[in-house]
């Protein structure tokens, strides 16, 4: 959303430390610029649906029509400002203008219901003087989602059940990534629309699905929230039509903070200058692209400093510390993706360079106390 690398960020989880050493949200500071703000900026349209974490539920500033979205609805949970909490059903437009309430009898998942509100946006709220920005922030196959409405989908493979409603909610995504490209297709925007589709993290182990049964990793160590390949390499599905050629394939690594360089290029706008990513439109295309010296991440899951976690990838090595003085791990992509074998002790300048970068890419904040070298600040 920012463009930032996260150890640049004042969120770097779910939850942080405010108050008094309470494990709370963390809203995303004004001060970063939203691909959405950008985007608006140029004169584009912009628009959101879905879940949106980077706010609190007690300042509507925070929330997706306070950070650049023209229109946005968005559930939110949580206490409110007046006391009380939300409904999670209760879907907020343009912060608390309006609310439109999810009936989950009423729609095969709540993915479908987000659709339904993203076509009639199209149909009803488009500004065709305008070009579009349109977030779709999806859920499944998320852990935490009302229950499917009844369906038989395979049934004939015999899965556990909850296995087998895991794969029903990906269907159904599918089913819905459709309908928004075949709405596209009939309002002859295709050839006009760059269209990204991937994942914010690896597969999930929640609520008792076996996050191995599909084999979900694809072979790789870990799930979600792990620094392992298994909870940070995703696939990115790109499209548009007449400008990237169907059936091209790239291993190049990328991360999400490229995102606002690629909308900044596709706008043909400049990124901001305190940008951490690089325009992937090049190798979407196939031209010859730059690419990242080394990519970061950072995690915090809980506030213990066991739980603060690190990973650097750089050329074919990657470093994960798990653990704010943790001992830094170390392998080789290129000849074992899978990361089953440490090599740290027997590379210790390749250590030294890892635990450099992750000493540079994190910078201290308050809200996350184990981050920036255990240093806090009072941002």
């Known amino acids: 959303m920012t463009g930032k690398q996260v150890g640049r960020l004042n969120i770097r989880g779910n939850y942080g430390v ?8 963390v809203a995303l500071k004004k001060s970063n610029q939203t691909v959405a703000e950008m985007l608006r900026g140029a004169g584009y349209q912009t628009a959101f649906i879905g879940k949106w974490h ?18 946005a609805v968005q559930e939110q949970w949580g206490e409110k400002a007046e006391g009380g ?34 076509l009639k946006f199209l149909d009803e709220k488009r500004d065709t ?14 852990a935490h989602e009302f229950n499917l409405r009844k369906n038989s989908r395979y049934l004939e493979h015999g899965w556990p059940e909850i296995e087998r409603r895991h794969a029903a909610r990906i269907t159904m995504l599918d089913e819905q990534v459709q309908r928004l490209l075949d709405k596209l297709e009939s309002m002859g925007e295709l050839e006009n629309s760059l269209i990204l589709f991937t994942s914010d993290n690896g597969p999930t182990g929640e609520n008792g699905h076996d996050y191995e049964h599909f084999s979900s990793s694809g072979g790789f160590r870990g799930y979600k929230r792990d620094m392992y390949e298994g909870g940070v390499r995703v696939p990115l599905i790109a499209t548009w039509r007449g400008r990237i050629q169907p059936g091209t394939t790239c291993a190049q690594p990328a991360a999400f903070y490229d995102v606002m360089a690629t909308c900044a290029e596709a706008a043909g706008i400049d990124a901001p200058a305190d940008t951490d990513g690089l325009s992937l439109l090049p190798i979407l ?41 943790g001992a830094i791990e170390l392998y080789n992509l290129k000849s074992d993706a ?12 390749r250590v030294e360079q890892i635990r450099a970068l992750m000493e540079a890419g994190s910078q201290p904040v308050s809200f996350f106390p184990h981050a920036g070298g255990s240093k806090q600040s009072s941002e």
Request: charged residues 30%; negative net charge; proline residues 3%.
């Open 285 to 325: 295309q196939g031209r010859k692209s730059a690419h990242h010296d080394h990519l970061y991440w950072e995690l915090q899951v809980r506030k213990e400093a066991e739980n603060f976690r690190q990973g650097v990838r750089l050329g074919d090595w990657k470093g994960v510390r798990y653990g704010a003085e």
């Open 85 to 118: 909490t939300f409904d999670t059903r209760e879907h907020w437009v343009n912060g608390r203008e309006d609310s439109i309430f999810y009936d989950y009898t009423q729609y095969d998942c709540l993915d479908e219901f987000r659709t339904e509100l993203a």
């Open 338 to 349: 899978a990361e089953t074998l440490n090599v740290a002790a027997d590379h210790p300048e």
């Open 18 to 25: 405010v108050g008094d050493q309470v494990w709370g949200r």
């Open 129 to 142: 003087d305008k070009p579009l920005f349109l977030f779709m922030s999806y859920r499944s196959p998320h």
């Open 54 to 71: 980077l706010g609190v539920p007690q300042d509507v500033t925070t929330w997706a029509a306070g950070r650049g979205f023209d229109y």
